[in-house]
């Protein structure tokens, strides 16, 4: 491919964005045999009603519109089997001391076909095993992460090594990390990267057509580990297994999903994190671009405490699609905390009414 063919070909691209057509997996914006490159970008768009309230009594009350999250990927393929990913993440941070927006590098990786599908490298900042997986089966996370995420369990992406891929004619699929543990957000080197890596892992069954069966396990210390002579690292290990079933067609999809998630020092045989979490979703399309979803969850402390806390959530919402790759969703998301930070009869309830909106190309 000549670098002014290249040139040309992005700047035409550029003027011209809005009129181009939208499909799945970005636009080619260049071809030179086996070699292609394409390029897509995906924002969330949301107005929302945002409500806080602690043992009955207002705290917080906001209502604003906002871009929270705006992606922008390039892939190079280099042919069928050789790939190559960067992807940037625009994301709102309201802790940020100048600005309240900052630019994240989410994915960097290079990915090669071993054996076929069924051995299939990532070497660099890749995703995880799960989060983007049930994302793709949950299909809106421009309204709601799904429940690792949200509970911050596990990182949607990290820097290390993974294995991935399909055996038994698709029956069986696989997804496993060696990662530094820390996530996408708080990269580290060789300077600040932890002394050992995490392990991630997914397996996956699909017996039936329309049915997945999936199995999740993590383990390490999220980059705290230190064995530097006079730096003590916190040393926390986190523990977490889980289990999916999900049963769909094109037009609807069904799914649960439990959690079981503990962390401990090193030094100490109690936990500082113990937690069983449960979720049901499910979506479905009415018809003529209209679609309905929810979601109900449910997240315990399980450590031997006087009031442990737990946490309710219900998402409902209505989706309309005006073409494709253009979504409008009207939603209702009301969780509540019960003994809200393990004080007894503490409650709290956070409630946001919305209209959330997803563009993508």
Same mark, same amino acid.
């Given at each position: +491919? ?19 057509? @939208?499909?799945? #997996? ?19 768009? /949301? @107005? ?21 999250? @705006? ?5 190079? $393929?280099?042919?069928?089997?050789? +790939? +190559? ?8 941070? *309201? /802790? ?10 989410? $994915? ?15 070497? #660099?900042?890749? %995703?995880?095993? &799960?989060?983007?997986?049930?994302? %793709?089966? &949950?299909? %809106? ?36 990390t060696a990662t530094n543990g820390a996530g996408y957000s708080h990269p580290t080197n060789k300077k600040t990267a932890g002394s050992s890596l995490d392990f991630d892992s997914?397996v996956s069954f699909n017996p039936v057509k329309g049915l997945t069966l999936d199995l999740g396990y993590r383990t390490g210390y999220k980059g705290t580990k230190s064995l ?15 289990? +999916?079933?999900? $049963? ?6 069904? #799914?649960?999903?439990?959690?079981? /998630? ?18 049901? &979703?499910? &979506? ?9 979803? #929810? ?12 009031? *442990? ?6 998402? @409902? ?7 494709? %790759? ?5 939603? $209702? ?29």
């Amino acid at each position: +491919m000549k670098m002014k063919t290249f040139i040309r070909t992005a700047a035409l691209l550029a003027a011209a964005a809005v009129a181009t057509p @939208a499909f799945a #997996g970005g636009v080619t914006v260049a071809k030179d045999g086996d070699s292609k490159l394409k390029i897509g970008g995906k924002f969330f768009l /949301n @107005a929302t009603d945002y409500k806080v309230t602690k043992n009955g009594v207002t705290d917080t009350k906001t209502r604003s519109v906002a871009v929270d999250r @705006a992606y922008f990927t390039a892939k190079y $393929y280099f042919d069928q089997d050789w +790939m +190559m990913r960067i992807t940037t993440d625009m994301v709102v941070d *309201p /802790n940020l001391k100048s600005k309240n927006s900052n630019i994240f590098l989410k $994915y960097a990786y290079l990915e090669g076909k071993l054996m076929g599908d069924a051995v299939v490298l990532r070497l #660099g900042q890749s %995703h995880t095993p &799960w989060i983007d997986y049930e994302q %793709h089966l &949950w299909g %809106h996370r421009y309204v709601s992460k799904t429940l690792v995420d949200t509970q911050g369990y596990d990182a949607s992406s990290d820097l290390g090594v993974g294995l991935k891929g399909k055996v038994a004619d698709g029956l069986v699929g696989y997804f496993v990390t060696a990662t530094n543990g820390a996530g996408y957000s708080h990269p580290t080197n060789k300077k600040t990267a932890g002394s050992s890596l995490d392990f991630d892992s997914r397996v996956s069954f699909n017996p039936v057509k329309g049915l997945t069966l999936d199995l999740g396990y993590r383990t390490g210390y999220k980059g705290t580990k230190s064995l530097k002579a006079g730096v003590s690292g916190s040393n926390t290990k986190s523990t977490m297994y889980q289990l +999916m079933a999900t $049963y769909g067609t094109e037009d609807y999809r069904f #799914g649960a999903n439990f959690i079981n /998630n503990r962390s401990k020092l090193d030094t100490s045989a109690v936990n500082l994190t113990k937690e069983d979490a449960f979720a049901l &979703w499910g &979506w479905g399309k009415l018809g003529d671009g209209v679609g309905a979803f #929810g979601r109900y969850e449910s997240t315990k402390n399980k450590l031997n405490v006087a009031s *442990p806390q737990k946490e309710i959530r219900y998402l @409902a919402g209505f989706e309309y699609s005006p073409r494709k %790759h253009v979504n409008f969703s009207l939603v $209702y998301d009301n969780t509540k905390f019960t003994n809200s930070g393990n004080v007894a009869g503490a409650t709290k309830k956070v409630t946001q009414i919305g209209l959330y909106s997803q563009v993508k190309f």
